[in-house]
């Protein structure tokens, strides 16, 4: 699958749906929340609803009409949306803040801290991220992601798929872009990574989306690499 | 030794001198390139200059009277200076790159790796250093550093100990300043980070300089914490 190309320095991970099972981990959150509260509601279409005002939220940052904001705040303002059309505009300020971090306690999918526990010997590993600084360094420590750098669109100020979300991590290694490789989920990602001159290793997650999955089960375009999950990556890429 | 004060989130440490022993590993590594090129000096002295340049260098930038630059750009324009002072201007770029690259190959002091491996278990440690990022990852990869988060003067654009450097870790980590602690070896460094509300603890390394040491053999501020190694830092923080 490798073409020929560069030597990589450092792999550089999408993280939501790409390491990252974001939405069952939610679903079992937020249902295990209502159910101490006693809070009725069909929790996974609210976790899917809550996914939902993801891009555009970063769509009104990355336009410009809005000045820089971290997705903790964009989370947080999505959720409290969310809560007053079910009717749970009574929730507290605690309460707030601990749903909001449910994206610091998301649960990884089960080839990842192997995968890159053997990938880490021979890359640079770390995350390329809509996720600001705060919110990676605690999903990393929770789930036991052994990142060596933590980059993003907050240390880029700009949201992927931006071109300098891309520019600015390889800028931060001090390398060429086209030292560093995009690990993701999404196509599009993958596209974007690729059109500043990144490697890109597409890894499938079909069920990212549950049963609304409707895109990125298989590769799109003419990715450097395509594996099965981080493990095949790591043997790809001759990691021991 | 504690104070009555918040508890802490994130633990950020000064690198160069409190990490890592920078001068017996610059004088090892210059030594045995001089050996190997035939190549004669005072390689202690040669390292001594190479940081005597440090600050001043820091300075132009922290001054404004230079935009940001990256401490790999400064390091190498203080060692292409002390070349032609020292009659190799004839040494080419690759060697230039490679010994630029002596501060990407630091030893830690020998209480470091286990220190940080047991503090990580209750805290997020992070770096809070005037490298930049591509250095302060690759030198944490080579020595083995278990960091969270690389943070620094890059991520701040500001060069320590200017108060943006101490406050923008803090606002990266989504905390307030007095949920950080600053932990260094330099009374300066964490006089700093206290006018700007982080906690502070002091680790002697009463040999950084060797014989040159002239300051920082104790404690002189009133410091959260005091103690003589990563190892007993870790005990008073009450970490297994």
Chains 1, 2 share one sequence.
């Not at 609803?49 to 820089?68: N, T």
């Not at 079910?86 to 801290?113: I, K, M, N, Y």
């Not at 669109?153 to 979300?165: F, G, I, S, V």
């Not at 001090?174 to 974007?192: C, K, S, Y």
Request: net charge neutral; charged share 25%; glycine share 10%.
């Amino acid at each position: 699958m490798a073409k020929s190309t560069p030597s990589v320095d450092a792999l550089l991970f999408d993280v939501f749906g790409t390491v990252v099972d974001w939405r069952s981990s939610i679903i079992a959150e937020l249902t295990e929340f209502g159910r101490a509260r006693g809070l009725e509601a069909d929790w996974a279409k609210f976790t899917d609803a809550w996914r939902g005002l993801y891009q555009p939220s970063m769509e009104e940052v990355r336009s410009g009409r809005r000045a820089w904001t971290i997705l903790d705040v964009l989370h947080r303002e999505s959720l409290d949306t969310l809560l007053a059309q079910h009717g749970f505009g009574g929730l507290g300020e605690a309460d707030r803040v601990h749903l909001t971090q449910v994206w610091h306690r998301l649960r990884s999918w089960p080839d990842v801290v192997a995968g890159l526990t053997r990938l880490k010997t021979k890359f640079i590993i770390g995350t390329l991220s809509n996720g600001n600084v705060g919110l990676l360094t605690r999903l990393g420590k929770n789930v036991g992601l052994p990142w060596d750098v933590v980059l993003g669109a907050e240390t880029a100020r700009a949201y992927k798929p931006l071109p300098e979300a891309y520019r600015a991590a390889a800028r931060l290694l001090n390398v060429e872009p086209a030292r560093v490789m995009l690990v993701a989920a999404h196509n599009g990602d993958l596209a974007a990574a690729a059109r500043e001159g990144l490697q890109t290793a597409f890894i499938p997650r079909p069920t990212e989306y549950g049963p609304h999955q409707k895109v990125d089960f298989k590769a799109e375009g003419d990715w450097t690499y395509v594996a099965g999950d981080f493990g095949k990556l790591a043997d790809q890429l001759g990691c021991a």
